[in-house]
């Protein structure tokens, strides 16, 4: 039996990583993307083949549909058609208050977080939809916690990037559930990755956690784990949906 084809979106660090080496556990034949860190995802796509698992990199912007259309043929003409696809790629700015900010800053956000996952969406509906010879697949796209609390005084352009990719997915799902393809999303809270040094506070979850319910950050690996229920058949009932990632937030 072929394993099937999951495609992961900024898989070379944080969230993405943890995906990919979970989902390889679990018997995909993993697809790592990346934009311009080919060490990162090459080391986890190494890790992976060294466990005995099915892991590739494949190099695309997502914020840019040309280098996504190609990235899905190299896909299709290398490995098969995916089964699954996890919008993980994501992009924030410095840490500022909004009306500091310029417009040049929220397209490039949107660009990514928002028409990235579009696009991706639009491809991965041509390999999975009945109606277009497809078998049905799963579809999880990576949102943020922020999205609900605004992040007001740091990244309002990015949480208001990931509500709209919270109405998109929900809007998809209902469009695509009678091709059998399932759109879930996990809003992740504070987790331990990278992107909060992108933002210019590395330590910003340890200052923050103490506030929370379960008063810890999370890891990358307790998000992945969410996301992997909702690719398989455990969720076969679930679409349109939100799991909430965030220590009680």
Avoid at 91 to 98: S, T, Y
Avoid at 106 to 125: D, H, K, L, P, S
Avoid at 129 to 144: D, E, L, P, Q, Y
Wanted: aromatic letters at 8%; glycine letters at 12%; charged letters at 20%.
């Amino acid at each position: 039996m072929n394993s099937p084809i999951l495609l992961i979106t900024g898989g070379g660090r944080g969230i993405g990583a943890a995906t990919a080496k979970l989902a390889a556990q679990q018997g995909y034949r993993v697809i790592i993307n990346y934009r311009k860190d080919a060490t990162s995802a090459e080391n986890v796509a190494a890790e992976i083949v060294a466990f005995g698992g099915l892991a590739h990199c494949v190099q695309a912007d997502i914020s840019d549909s040309d280098q996504v259309s190609k990235m899905f043929a190299t896909i299709r003409g290398q490995w098969g058609a995916i089964k699954a696809l996890v919008n993980n790629a994501g992009v924030l700015d410095q840490q500022a208050r909004f009306v500091d900010t310029q417009p040049e800053r929220w397209q490039r956000i949107f660009q990514t977080n928002v028409f990235g996952t579009m696009y991706c969406c639009q491809e991965a509906f041509q390999d999975m939809a009945k109606s277009r010879g497809g078998n049905g697949g799963t579809i999880v796209n990576v949102s943020s916690l922020a999205s609900v609390y605004g992040s007001p005084n740091e990244y309002v352009d990015y949480a208001a990037s990931k509500g709209a990719v919270d109405s998109f997915s929900r809007g998809f799902a209902l469009e695509v559930a009678g091709d059998g393809i399932r759109v879930n999303v996990v809003r992740p809270g504070l987790i331990y990755t990278d992107m909060h040094a992108d933002g210019g506070e590395a330590g910003r979850v340890d200052r923050i956690a103490p506030n929370l319910p379960l008063q810890r950050g999370g890891q990358p690996e307790e998000v992945a784990e969410a996301i992997l229920w909702l690719l398989s058949d455990k969720s076969s009932y679930s679409t349109g949906g939100f799991i909430d990632v965030g220590g009680g937030r």
